[in-house]
């Protein structure tokens, strides 16, 4: 609150300051509210109240922390700053230069410091491992920083308030804002030890420096102020943190007899934590159970500590849940249920399962499962996910499972799909995991989009790719398998389909994953250029090679591959199989055709794709020169279901005459020719040995060019395609002279062009 004004209305500021301690947020904001109503804007005391209300809306913005995803956490904390903030930010905005600002200001670095203690806690105790601590060290630096430049100019202020007759201000107004800024450094130092695990090398420096903050302003305030004893107290936390207890235990010495429990129950709570960090959980018992004249929520936190430190199982701590919530509101209980389940998570480590009763799952689970009964489902989410996080497998899969409902239920379907990926990751050895993450996947698939940083569709896709990588085996990949190379192909990525495919392929070496190599390395192969398409035969050849290096059986799942896409079948070695039927004799046919066998292939009951497949993999041969060209060549020209143009090349190919040479350049030219298809009887023609297609090739190259604008690249490699052809057909006089020609009248400006252009102007 402002210092300005605190010598009135004290009454309802402890009202305020009780309804908070007790958890009625509410009721404290509606005070707020109230006194804003009966005191002019301009006025200190309106100022006064307007800082108040702020620090009052901390407790409500923190509840919020509470809800948040762990990747939505830092979102979440600077919207709650924001919410916090807003009623001292629109009041300074709307009066500039108000005199008493600093102790508006002062009350926001207030306000801002409680939202983030709880952002603290609720990062700590995450299921999920976010880059949330960077965020938040990067805020305690800022508050660091606004409060020891506030507390530099406050002095000025109070040096000038000293020097002036009728200060607006009063001196010791200042002194007072100076001592609290000072404490509220302290505080924030200590706050700085939450961020790491206790026992780090980062801890025990951010605690001794917590110590040297706190020693150091507690030696710059004079005897009998109150806040060298708020800062004593502060002081005695940070030792508690260093380790020191005998040191904390003097300086308490300084505020009560350490012998007897303290009447004043802010110290008790203080002497409690003191015989907890001696080990000495007999001696926190009997003080916590001392009579007190009065309730206290520091106390009840004290008591909290004691009894997870006396049964770890967390029963006793459960216990004490409806006290703290009894004393403190819904909101104490939520803190108390976070420190619950941090404490597990320490005891725990990284190995959930290593003692699955120390890390009291059955509790946390408890809460999560009375917040479902409230109806409160994103909180009963939190809470199970949090349990089945810290859980042994057995439990963590149904905690999962209601989890993710309840997050369903909150309209929060990524929560879920977090929850579920987390535990069948964790535990992907259990029968239901599988399902688990199917589950989360075809949730993933009915996301609508937002403003996540990973789109449904990518999540998606690496929920996909985690199924397929842990459970290659399972009888339903497969599907999986498919679906994942489906969205693959949705986005125009068919090689990375085929790497997935093959990768897979050395995790499940059986039938159905050579099946969707098959499919997917036709489709990737068949948009390549010889030459890539060369190389990643290769690269295909080499991991089959590898699969069934120990012996022939090995290699019975990948006829179809070896037989439809490989440049060299004989290198593999096949037995004959029992299937004398549709695809299973038409592979084999095909096998022993490409390897130098006599062979006659039927198509009866031959799926549509393998005929496809079948086609090109002798195209391919005929254009590598692969295996016999003669008997390829006839082959292709039975084919079923051939085009216009696929016929008139195999035809080509099997008799190599002037009257299927001008069939080409006929189709070539014909309207309802596409293309791709017309660039296709110009490589065909261009590749054979026959010199009267190479010329037929280079007539058409010339013709294309004619339908080029002048000059342009398309018109430049025509040309130089018709030139490249009829130096091949032996018309090297003809070639050198177009060569010059183009080189004389029409100089490409693009070097590359331009210097194969001039390789063609000297004869060989």
Not at 219 to 231: E, F, H, M, S, Y
Not at 416 to 427: E, G, Y
């Amino acid at each position: 609150m402002c210092a300005a004004t605190r010598h009135t209305d004290r009454i309802f500021e402890d009202l305020c300051n009780s309804l908070v301690d007790a958890g009625k947020v509410d009721d404290a904001i509606w005070i707020c509210q109230r006194q804003l109503q009966q005191n002019p804007d301009s006025t200190l005391a309106h100022a006064r109240w307007i800082g108040r209300l702020s620090i009052v809306l901390a407790e409500k913005a923190s509840a919020s922390l509470y809800d948040s995803r762990a990747s939505d956490l830092n979102e979440t904390f600077q919207q709650a700053l924001i919410n916090t903030n807003q009623p001292i930010d629109r009041y300074l905005q709307a009066n500039p230069g108000f005199h008493a600002q600093s102790f508006l200001i002062a009350d926001r670095i207030t306000a801002s410091t409680r939202v983030l203690r709880t952002a603290i806690l609720v990062a700590s105790i995450s299921s999920q491992t976010d880059p949330n601590d960077d965020t938040l060290l990067r805020a305690i630096s800022r508050l660091e920083y606004e409060a020891s430049g506030l507390e530099r100019s406050a002095k000025e202020c109070w040096t000038l308030a000293n020097t002036t007759p009728k200060p607006e201000i009063e001196s010791d107004q200042w002194q007072q804002l100076i001592r609290e800024l000072a404490m509220q450094q302290v505080s924030l130092a200590i706050m700085q030890t939450e961020l790491f695990d206790r026992g780090s090398n980062d801890f025990a420096a951010a605690a001794a420096n917590a110590t040297g903050v706190a020693t150091e302003t507690l030696r710059q305030l004079p005897d009998g102020v109150p806040a060298k004893r708020i800062t004593r107290i502060l002081l005695v936390e940070s030792l508690l943190r260093s380790g020191d207890s005998r040191e904390a235990e003097r300086e308490l010495g300084q505020l009560t007899d350490v012998n007897q429990p303290s009447d004043d129950l802010t110290l008790r709570a203080l002497q409690v934590r003191i015989a907890l960090n001696n080990k000495d959980v007999d001696e926190a018992e009997r003080l916590v159970a001392a009579p007190t004249a009065a309730t206290s929520i520091e106390l009840d936190f004290a008591k909290l500590e004691m009894l997870l430190a006396k049964d770890e199982s967390g029963e006793m701590a459960s216990k004490w849940l409806a006290t703290i919530e009894q004393h403190g509101g819904a909101f104490a209980r939520r803190r108390a249920e976070a420190l619950i389940v941090r404490h597990a998570k320490s005891i725990g480590g990284n190995d959930a399962t290593a003692n699955p009763k120390s890390m009291s799952p059955a509790v946390i689970a408890a809460q999560g499962e009375d917040w479902l009964r409230r109806g409160d489902y994103l909180r009963a989410a939190n809470l199970l996910r949090d349990a089945a996080s810290v859980s042994n497998a057995e439990a963590a899969i149904p905690y999962a499972t209601k989890s993710a409902a309840s997050a369903i239920k909150a309209s929060e379907p990524r929560h879920a799909i977090d929850t579920l990926r987390l535990v069948a990751m964790k535990f992907p050895n259990e029968p239901t995991a599988f399902e688990l993450m199917t589950q989360a996947a075809l949730l993933a698939a009915k996301l609508p989009a937002d403003k996540s940083s990973q789109t449904p569709f990518e999540l998606l896709e690496s929920l996909l790719t985690d199924i397929t990588q842990t459970w290659p085996t399972h009888e339903k990949t497969p599907a999986i398998a498919e679906w994942l190379c489906k969205l693959y192909r949705q986005t125009d990525r068919d090689e990375s389909a085929a790497e997935f495919t093959l990768q897979w392929l050395t995790l499940r070496p059986d039938a159905a994953a050579s099946s969707l190599v098959e499919e997917t390395w036709f489709e990737y192969l068949s948009g390549l250029d010889s030459e890539t398409c060369t190389a990643s035969i290769d690269r295909l050849n080499a991991v089959l090679s590898e699969l069934t290096s120990a012996s022939e059986e090995n290699a019975s799942p990948f006829i179809g591959v070896v037989s439809l896409l490989l440049d060299q079948p004989a290198t593999f070695q096949f037995a004959e199989p029992d299937s004398q039927m549709g695809d299973d004799r038409f592979v084999w046919t095909l096998y022993k055709l490409r390897s130098g066998e006599a062979a006659k292939l039927q198509f009866d009951d031959v799926s549509a794709d393998r005929v496809k497949r079948g086609r090109w993999r002798l195209e391919r041969d005929i254009r590598i020169g692969a295996g016999d060209a003669r008997s390829t060549a006839q082959a292709l020209a039975q084919w079923p279901g051939a085009t216009a143009v696929q016929s008139a090349i195999a035809t080509f190919w099997n008799e190599g005459d002037d009257a299927s040479i001008n069939r080409l350049k006929d189709l070539a030219v014909d309207a309802a020719t596409t293309n791709d298809q017309a660039d296709d009887i110009l490589r065909v023609l261009a590749s054979s040995n026959s010199t009267a297609a190479k010329r037929a090739a280079a007539e058409l190259a010339e013709r294309r060019a004619a339908s080029q604008k002048i000059r342009s690249y398309g018109w430049y490699q025509a040309k130089l395609n018709a030139i490249e052809w009829l130096q091949e057909a032996g018309e090297a006089d003809e070639a050198t002279k177009r060569a010059s020609f183009l080189l004389l009248l029409h100089p490409p400006k693009d070097v590359a062009l331009r210097q194969r252009l001039k390789q063609y102007t000297t004869a060989p």
